[in-house]
């Protein structure tokens, strides 16, 4: 008798731990292990140094938006302060490094603790509001960080700003695109890793009942208030400790950057990679700085056209025009994001020929 040759359709897992595994296959490793070797074998001598810096801009904010997503994507917590912590984590790092000398491999972790710090204590009233009034103490606690980092003149300098020393790991100074790509993407791999294994622990399976049901959560034994304050401090910390790699990578930091339009962004990562999703909060960030980058280019070009001085005043809201039409686009016709493409053309391919 001839045997019959079934065709995968599918995973089918035959026990609880099969479902929390980081790779349902082997393919999957495979092709993990191919994408790492080809980013760090052949992506940093073969790019521009104008590339690298967009890569490293690039993983240093997709830190900064997984921890977000932890927050709104896997714990239903609003936040519209995440780049007044992201400035936190910049400033703390600066002030440990200038004035208590820490060195780089300690001012980074400890620049996440201090903004985690920060972050829990602007989270407390997440115990008694949710939804639009949690978002409204979140832009309060914006406003409130950006007053102390401009007009805590005797710790952050206010406008003038401070300046940090180079980067230095065992006695080897990271300075220069290519040098950074290798520490900030090897930052970003430990970091994602340690995302998606916590939401593989009974921390992360808490902060998504919280955000199906947190009545549901609370009667079933969770302390949703504990949780709560939990993933806030965890989101800030990723905040933090990726404002610090950014203030080490740009060697001098002022609070301008740090402002509601980046906190924007980072909703906007986001909501266009995919809410409860690690993989989302990278295609993002890849997203977003693209789109800055191409908006920047786009700009440079229209003001070098001389037609009138009307121009300067429809180039101005161009950036937020084109922000929040991608928003509205993605939850009109992808509410998922890119990750759920990303999850489509996966499967279309591991499903061929099958339409199903």
């Given at each position: 008798m001839k045997k019959l040759r079934l065709h995968q359709c599918g995973n089918f897992n035959e026990r609880y731990e099969q479902e929390l595994s980081v790779f349902e296959t082997d393919f999957g490793r495979l092709w993990t292990c191919i994408g790492v070797c080809v980013l760090f074998g052949i992506v940093p001598f073969i790019s521009s140094l104008y590339t690298l810096y967009i890569f490293n801009v690039i993983a240093i904010t997709a830190i900064a938006a997984i921890g977000l997503n932890i927050l709104i994507g896997f714990t239903g917590q609003i936040s519209l302060g995440h780049g007044a912590f992201f400035g936190v984590g910049a400033y703390a790092a600066?002030?440990?490094?200038?004035?208590?000398?820490?060195?780089?491999?300690?001012?980074l972790p400890a620049a996440g603790l201090?903004?985690?710090?920060?972050g829990m204590v602007f989270g407390i009233p997440s115990g008694r509001l949710k939804g639009l009034y949690l978002t409204i103490a979140t832009l309060a606690g914006q406003f409130i960080i950006e007053y102390v980092l401009v007009h805590w003149e005797s710790l952050t300098h206010g406008t003038m700003g401070m300046i940090l020393p180079p980067a230095?790991?065992?006695g080897i100074q990271i300075m220069g695109e290519r040098k950074f790509f290798f520490l900030s993407f090897i930052l970003l791999i430990i970091m994602t890793t340690a995302a998606v294994n916590l939401m593989r622990t009974r921390y992360g399976r808490a902060f998504v009942s919280i955000r199906d049901n947190d009545r549901a959560a609370e009667g079933m034994g969770i302390p949703i208030f504990r949780y709560k304050i939990l993933s806030f401090g965890i989101s800030s910390f990723y905040a933090g400790f990726?404002?610090?790699?950014?203030?080490?990578?740009?060697?001098?930091i002022t609070t301008e950057p740090f402002s509601l339009a980046l906190s924007v962004e980072y909703i906007a990562m986001v909501i266009i990679g995919g809410m409860g999703s690690i993989t989302g909060s990278i295609f993002g960030a890849i997203f977003i700085t693209g789109l800055n980058?191409?908006?920047?280019?786009?700009?440079?070009?229209?003001m070098n056209i001389h037609i009138g001085g009307a121009v300067s005043l429809t180039i101005a809201p161009l950036r937020e025009l084109v922000f929040g039409l991608a928003i509205v686009l993605f939850i009109i016709f992808e509410p998922r994001g890119?990750?759920?493409v990303w999850r489509i053309i996966k499967s279309s391919f591991k499903l061929w020929p099958f339409s199903y």
């Amino acid at each position: 008798m001839k045997k019959l040759r079934l065709h995968q359709c599918g995973n089918f897992n035959e026990r609880y731990e099969q479902e929390l595994s980081v790779f349902e296959t082997d393919f999957g490793r495979l092709w993990t292990c191919i994408g790492v070797c080809v980013l760090f074998g052949i992506v940093p001598f073969i790019s521009s140094l104008y590339t690298l810096y967009i890569f490293n801009v690039i993983a240093i904010t997709a830190i900064a938006a997984i921890g977000l997503n932890i927050l709104i994507g896997f714990t239903g917590q609003i936040s519209l302060g995440h780049g007044a912590f992201f400035g936190v984590g910049a400033y703390a790092a600066a002030i440990l490094a200038t004035r208590a000398h820490f060195p780089f491999l300690a001012a980074l972790p400890a620049a996440g603790l201090i903004t985690a710090i920060v972050g829990m204590v602007f989270g407390i009233p997440s115990g008694r509001l949710k939804g639009l009034y949690l978002t409204i103490a979140t832009l309060a606690g914006q406003f409130i960080i950006e007053y102390v980092l401009v007009h805590w003149e005797s710790l952050t300098h206010g406008t003038m700003g401070m300046i940090l020393p180079p980067a230095e790991i065992f006695g080897i100074q990271i300075m220069g695109e290519r040098k950074f790509f290798f520490l900030s993407f090897i930052l970003l791999i430990i970091m994602t890793t340690a995302a998606v294994n916590l939401m593989r622990t009974r921390y992360g399976r808490a902060f998504v009942s919280i955000r199906d049901n947190d009545r549901a959560a609370e009667g079933m034994g969770i302390p949703i208030f504990r949780y709560k304050i939990l993933s806030f401090g965890i989101s800030s910390f990723y905040a933090g400790f990726a404002g610090a790699l950014w203030a080490y990578y740009m060697t001098s930091i002022t609070t301008e950057p740090f402002s509601l339009a980046l906190s924007v962004e980072y909703i906007a990562m986001v909501i266009i990679g995919g809410m409860g999703s690690i993989t989302g909060s990278i295609f993002g960030a890849i997203f977003i700085t693209g789109l800055n980058e191409l908006l920047r280019w786009i700009t440079s070009i229209l003001m070098n056209i001389h037609i009138g001085g009307a121009v300067s005043l429809t180039i101005a809201p161009l950036r937020e025009l084109v922000f929040g039409l991608a928003i509205v686009l993605f939850i009109i016709f992808e509410p998922r994001g890119l990750a759920e493409v990303w999850r489509i053309i996966k499967s279309s391919f591991k499903l061929w020929p099958f339409s199903y």
